[in-house]
């Protein structure tokens, strides 16, 4: 089992950037595909980006492409969501997500999240 907060939310401009990180507990974090999601107000929890155990492979969604970057430290249990010129629709809660199926853009398939964090962008 892997307990997931996520920090680094915050108010920013449109064009701004935001850096966010997801601490995991445990020993096997490395172990676990990692993804980011976000929910905006009135709308379905929608993939943001994922990667594979080793950091090697990443996919994001068409909306995020060329903004954002998911990478990882395997040594400090840590996932990271390097997100720049944001757009006020990027405005949502986002959460950090493990699971075992690499490239997985469904919520489903991740048996374990975190409790959210808030990035709204103003125009």
């Known amino acids: 089992q892997v307990q997931l907060v996520e920090s680094g939310g915050g108010l920013v401009q449109a064009g701004g950037s935001l850096r966010l990180s997801c601490a995991a507990s445990?020993?096997?974090?490395?172990?676990?595909?990692m993804s980011w999601f976000r929910q905006a107000p009135g709308k379905e929890r929608e993939f943001v980006a994922t990667?594979?155990?080793?950091?090697?492979?990443?996919n994001y969604a068409d909306s995020v492409k060329g903004r954002f970057a998911i990478s990882r430290d395997n040594a400090k249990n840590t996932v990271y969501l390097q997100m720049n010129s944001l757009k006020p629709e990027d405005t949502a809660v986002y959460y950090c997500?493990?699971?075992?199926?690499?490239?997985?853009?469904?919520?489903?398939?991740?048996?374990?999240w975190g409790q959210g964090t808030q990035v709204t962008v103003s125009s």
């Open positions: 997500a493990a699971g075992v199926k690499i490239g997985s853009s469904r919520s489903d398939e991740y048996a374990y």
């Open positions: 445990g020993r096997t974090f490395g172990t676990y595909v």
């Open positions: 990667i594979s155990r080793t950091g090697v492979t990443t």
